[in-house]
Structure formats: structure tokens, C-alpha cells
């Protein structure tokens, strides 16, 4: 079963400083039918005005991921870390039994434009905890093409480590070429187009779009004529 949301159908956040997109249901804009995908939870694109950002707030009982595609993002929470995210970088952060942070716009002349996701943990009262990776996002010429795990539970090398059963991919296809994902009996999968365009088990995706997919046993995946995207493989 697939199950097709469109980017134009996103839940909107428009401020003089911020232009946000919500995939599901996310502070003012609450749609019944949009309140999550299995763990995933949010799935929010944002545009950050220079020298502008998200001041102090909380958080907890949640993994959060964020993808920076262009532009740099300071962050500092209440542990005491401070780092600056550029393009492609990824960052986890686990708000486990409470975090205060912020994020910012790190220049004064560049848009800052990021993808900030939320899954809910296995277990609530976790320990609060943050890693980065650089270069993750996207899957470029230079690297293996295809997917590639950014997060999952068990973590591992530029792999950050989430505290759910659930593998987060990025991924770049062609036109001229096609990648099966292998689905397990009785989970699902998201695909989120970021850029270009893709087709997703004959479903044409558009950037922005997004696809839930269940019951299927494979995600078959290639670009038209290339697209970079996200693959949530989540129990």
C-alpha cells in the first residue's frame, strides 16, 4: 500500500525570519490524519533567515535528527556543547529526560536550509546525548551511490546512533539505474524527496513530496531523471 503526500498538501509556518514546511502535524497546523508515520513523528523543512534562529527551548523524550542542506547552523545546548553544522553534516540529538538548546542561523548573508526529524524513542527517560557526522547528506558522485545509513539503533561508523528500531537512509538515484530495498515482514517505510525528482514503487515523487509505504516487500527506487532522498525503515 502506498500512501502519497504531497509537498503543496504540507502544513505551512511563515514568519518574517522562518519558512517551514510540516510533512505531519506540527505546532500551529494539526491535521488528525497527519500525526505521524509509525516512530516518525515530524518531518520539517526550514528556511532561517541570516542571523536569525530558534532561541533557548526544551525538549525532551525524543530523538531528533537534523540535515543541514545549505547554509551553516549553530548549535548549543544546555550540556554545555556548541558546534556549527554545514552543508550535508547530520546531527542527532537524544532529549531523553530533558534538553534546552538552540539553533541558529551561523551567517549573517546566507539562507540556512535544514530538515529537522523527530522519532519517538523506545524507551522515555533516557539520558540526554548529541553526535555528529559530517557529509552525510547527499549521497553524492563521490561516494557509493544508492543508500547509504545515516542513523540507526545500533549506530556504528558516520552511522548515528538512534534509541529506536529504525534505520534512517539517504540515498541518490538516476534515471538510468534502479535500487531495491528489501522490506521486512511487518515494517514500513517512508521515502522523503529532498531534491530532484524520483519514482518510488512506480509513484512519481516531486521534492518536498513524501510516501508511506506499507505492506510491500520492496522499495524499488530510481530518479527522474535524479533525485536525493530519505528512507525511514522503521518497526
Known amino acids: 500500500m ?30 488528525p ?40 547552523l549553530e548549535h548549543r545546548d544546555s550540556s554545555g556543547a ?37 522519532l519517538r524513542p523506545a524507551r522515555l527517560g533516557l539520558e540526554a546525548s548529541h553526535e555528529e557526522a559530517r557529509g552525510l547528506f547527499p549521497v553524492g558522485d563521490a561516494k557509493p551511490r544508492g543508500l547509504r545509513a545515516v ?28 535500487r531495491v530495498h528489501p522490506l521486512a515482514a511487518g515494517r514500513g517505510a517512508w521515502v522523503q524527496a529532498v531534491r530532484g525528482a524520483l519514482v518510488v514503487n512506480g509513484a512519481p515523487l516531486a521534492a518536498g513530496d513524501g510516501l508511506g509505504i506499507e505492506n510491500e516487500p520492496e522499495i524499488v527506487l530510481s530518479g527522474s531523471p535524479e533525485g536525493d532522498l530519505l528512507l525511514f525503515d522503521l518497526a
Open 2 to 31: 502506498l500512501d502519497l503526500h504531497p509537498s503543496e498538501e504540507r502544513g505551512r509556518t511563515g514568519m518574517d525570519w522562518l519558512e517551514s514546511r510540516h510533512s505531519f502535524s506540527f505546532a500551529g497546523w494539526h491535521e
Open 151 to 178: 542513523a540507526a539503533a545500533g549506530g556504528g561508523t558516520d552511522v548515528l546512533r538512534i534509541h529506536q528500531d529504525a534505520v534512517v537512509y539517504a540515498g541518490r538515484v538516476d534515471g538510468g539505474e534502479s
Open 82 to 118: 556548541r558546534s556549527v553544522l554545514r552543508a550535508g553534516d547530520v546531527q542527532r540529538m537524544s532529549a531523553g529526560r530533558g534538553v534546552l538548546h538552540s539553533e541558529w542561523n551561523a551567517s549573517d548573508t546566507e539562507t540556512l536550509h535544514l530538515l529537522q526529524i523527530w
Open 33 to 72: 490524519g497527519r500525526m505521524g508515520f509509525r516512530s516518525l513523528r515530524v518531518l520539517n523543512e526550514d528556511r532561517i533567515a541570516p542571523g536569525t534562529g530558534f532561541g533557548p527551548h526544551p525538549h525532551r523524550d525524543m530523538e531528533i535528527l537534523t540535515i543541514v542542506l545549505a547554509g551553516a
